[in-house]
């Protein structure tokens, strides 16, 4: 099937007009229609090789929701017309540990991403949402809750089950003191995710501009990072601590806030970081941890969740001829907080 997108085929190129294949429907796929699709700072470190020579021509895009076109004859989850989401990942192994506990994000053969990927089963190289449509089997679709706005939903399925895994992982519950370390696309969704669960929420920046933003998104305190008596009041009182600072920072300031034995997750980050001091963990069994996305069933879980707590992104709205210009805004933090391309734009022009 012939489809139209948007590519970038350098990394000095913008992003232009684009004409990819979509394979014929196999047994357990799902044709999907799409209607939104968001925009990840991944898309732009894929897309200009930051990460390493992607497969050029890159169709970016893995924040999907879109409408069921059609199902394979062995489909049972999925009916046309039925809001669908499609997340970073298309295929794993399905047989590994990680994939049996439901963690296909770190399948042991590597997850399939929903675009740059060379290893699909399928043959080719996989491109993601900035398209009209997408073919994808249907243990990687999810459902997506019909009483929230749906282009605000697209975040969802990056920055949002990026933040809410960790706080699930890790426990996080009612009266815990949170804090979310940055302000921006995952940052948001860190503090409105921990508020929804109970937890005290502190949001943790050097901006108080920024900080007076995450009080109207349900944060309860503002912890400036750059005043070092800020910082020693807050010294051993924290349960958690989200760290979405998308660059190599000094994480050190920060693990003197956590208590006894309690974590600082890093989920932005994906580049070195400087030396961590040793002691900081050491003197109070303090952990430094990472993580990834969530797999389809946490995926889920996290959907269902919005739903029940009317829960969305704050976007801003954007046409895929606008790409390059989005993107550069998104460089300059100029968004708040994730652009979501209505492609509306691409199908009509």
Not at 142 to 153: E, M, W
Not at 216 to 237: C, F, P, R
Request: aromatic share 6%; net charge negative; with cysteine.
């Amino acid at each position: 099937m012939s489809t139209k997108a948007y590519a970038a085929f350098s990394e000095a190129e913008d992003l232009k007009p684009h004409q990819i294949q979509r394979r014929d429907l196999q047994d357990k796929d799902v044709f999907i229609d799409i209607e939104y699709c968001g925009v990840c700072h991944s898309d732009i470190h894929t897309a200009r090789a930051e990460w390493g020579q992607p497969h050029y021509p890159v169709v970016p895009g893995h924040e999907i929701i879109g409408r069921v076109l059609e199902v394979g004859p062995k489909v049972t989850k999925y009916k046309v017309g039925d809001l669908v989401g499609v997340g970073c990942m298309v295929e794993s192994c399905k047989h590994c540990h990680p994939c049996d506990e439901g963690l296909e994000q770190y399948c042991e053969s590597g997850m399939i991403g929903t675009y740059n990927s060379s290893k699909s089963k399928y043959g080719g190289i996989t491109y993601g949402g900035y398209s009209e449509n997408i073919v994808v089997e249907e243990d990687f679709v999810l459902s997506i809750p019909t009483n929230i706005d749906v282009k605000a939903a697209a975040p969802l399925l990056c920055a949002g089950i990026t933040t809410w895994s960790p706080l699930r992982h890790w426990n996080v519950k009612k009266g815990d003191k949170v804090g979310v370390i940055g302000l921006g696309g995952l940052g948001h969704m860190g503090v409105k995710f921990a508020k929804a669960i109970g937890a005290h929420v502190v949001m943790i920046t050097t901006s108080p501009e920024k900080g007076e933003d995450a009080k109207k998104l349900g944060a309860d305190e503002v912890l400036i990072s750059k005043d070092a008596e800020q910082l020693k009041a807050h010294t051993n009182s924290f349960d958690f601590l989200l760290n979405t600072i998308p660059v190599g920072h000094d994480v050190n300031p920060y693990l003197n806030l956590l208590k006894l034995d309690k974590t600082m997750c890093i989920v932005g980050a994906v580049e070195p970081l400087p030396a961590v001091h040793g002691g900081l963990l050491i003197g109070k069994r303090r952990n430094l941890a990472g993580s990834l996305i969530g797999g389809i069933q946490e995926t889920q879980e996290m959907l269902d969740f919005c739903g029940e707590h009317g829960i969305v992104s704050d976007v801003e709205v954007i046409n895929i001829q606008d790409i390059n210009t989005a993107y550069e805004r998104m460089i300059k933090s100029d968004v708040k907080y994730r652009f979501v391309i209505d492609m509306k734009s691409l199908k009509n022009s």
